[in-house]
């Protein structure tokens, strides 16, 4: 018995030794760790990009939806009624430049006729002075040789060398060209006025032109309002669409945030979708632990899930910076005191196993991770 003990003993410790260089010899050739979870790139936490009455909430967590499928709605009426009421507010502005458009054209028109107008009867009451003054002209020659033949007939006169009646003769000849030079005076100046009088209208005509610019700046400024409007306009149809939630993939609704009749704010998350075929691990390994850690190197990963079953993976990659760099409030060590702590760096594994294999493997499950060391 003695002999029986002491060989059991011995078999107890030596079997003991083996498991201790076992288990250290595996942690030698692998890298363990027991902070590694299962982590997905396509979680897609959802909300409406306006805000309002959440009328209808169609699915529930653990359903599947297909890309672009409506998940919720929001009560659109408000929307509808403003895009209404704006579209016809554009009608309205376009409708009064429309009506300015026909103003301008009459008036260009009318402006137009009116400076036609104005300019021949310029050019005709240049013509009238022009014969006016010819005409003057005329007389006042014809009563220079009059008055010459008027004088020497009064000195024959008076020698009586001449009649009365001869002399009355020249005397009323000199008279009615006088009057006449007179008369040619009074309507040359009367066909001035008349001239001035024209000219004054076809310059007023010319200013009139600047109603033509006041309707064009008046057109222009609905144009802006015009645009300005259908911006807004296009601002709420964009609104409208924004009333109905899509999903982004293909994939599972993994929460549901609230129920149909609740009010919400833009961007308050409606619902959480999840794509179940893009899984991966990230483990947070100790530094201590990262000799021989490179991309491609095989891991081995076993979740409880699985009753320990062993699935295969590989390093995709390894975080430049440790895991404390990002933190939100930095170690303080301006006073000189500093204590080594163990820093941990995210390793990024990817799964190498068919999608009907990991269908019961979830997002956000713990691991144990055993990563093959390699030299580089």
């Known amino acids: 018995m003695k002999k029986f003990g002491s060989v059991f003993l011995l078999l107890l410790v030596a079997g003991f030794v083996y498991m201790l260089y076992d288990y250290l010899s595996y942690r030698h050739q692998n890298a363990v760790s027991d902070a590694a979870f299962v982590k997905s790139d396509a979680i897609y936490t959802l909300g409406f990009k306006v805000g309002g009455k959440i009328d209808h909430i169609h699915y529930v967590e653990g359903q599947k939806v297909v890309k672009d499928t409506i998940l919720a709605t929001i009560d659109p009426s408000d929307f509808i009624l403003q895009e209404e009421a704006l579209s016809h507010a554009i009608k309205a502005i376009e409708a009064k430049k429309e009506a300015l458009i026909q103003k301008k054209i009459r008036v260009f028109k009318e402006l137009g006729i009116k400076s036609d107008i104005s300019k021949n009867n310029i050019g005709v009451s240049d013509e009238k002075l022009h014969s006016l003054r010819l005409k003057l002209n005329a007389a006042k020659t014809k009563l220079k040789k009059v008055a010459k033949d008027h004088i020497r007939f009064t000195s024959l ?42 000219t004054s209208v076809y310059h007023i005509s010319e200013l009139e032109k600047a109603q033509i610019k006041e309707i064009e700046l008046s057109i222009n400024a609905l144009d802006e309002q015009i645009a300005s409007n259908q911006k807004k306009l296009e601002s709420l149809k964009n609104k409208t669409l924004y009333c109905s939630l899509r999903s982004p993939i293909n994939g599972i609704v993994a929460k549901r945030f609230v129920n149909q009749g609740r009010v919400v704010a833009k961007g308050t998350p409606i619902y959480s979708i999840v794509d179940t075929h893009n899984k991966h691990v990230e483990v947070l390994l100790s530094e201590k632990k990262l000799e021989g850690i490179h991309p491609k190197n095989p891991v081995t990963i076993t979740t409880q899930a699985m009753g320990g079953k062993e699935l295969k993976g590989e390093v995709e990659s390894i975080s430049p910076t440790s895991a404390s760099t990002f933190s939100l409030v930095p170690r303080d060590i301006a006073s000189g005191e500093f204590t080594k702590l163990d820093q941990r760096f995210i390793v990024r594994i990817k799964f190498d196993e068919p999608s009907d294999v990991l269908k019961h493997v979830y997002i956000g499950m713990g691991a144990t991770v055993a990563i093959e060391r390699k030299e580089n």
Not at 160 to 181: G, N, P
């Open 157 to 198: 006169l008076k020698q009586k060398l001449i009649s009365k009646a001869d002399f009355e003769k020249i005397d009323t000849k000199y008279k009615v060209l006088k009057d006449q030079i007179d008369a040619a005076k009074k309507e040359l100046s009367s066909a001035q006025k008349s001239t001035k009088n024209v």
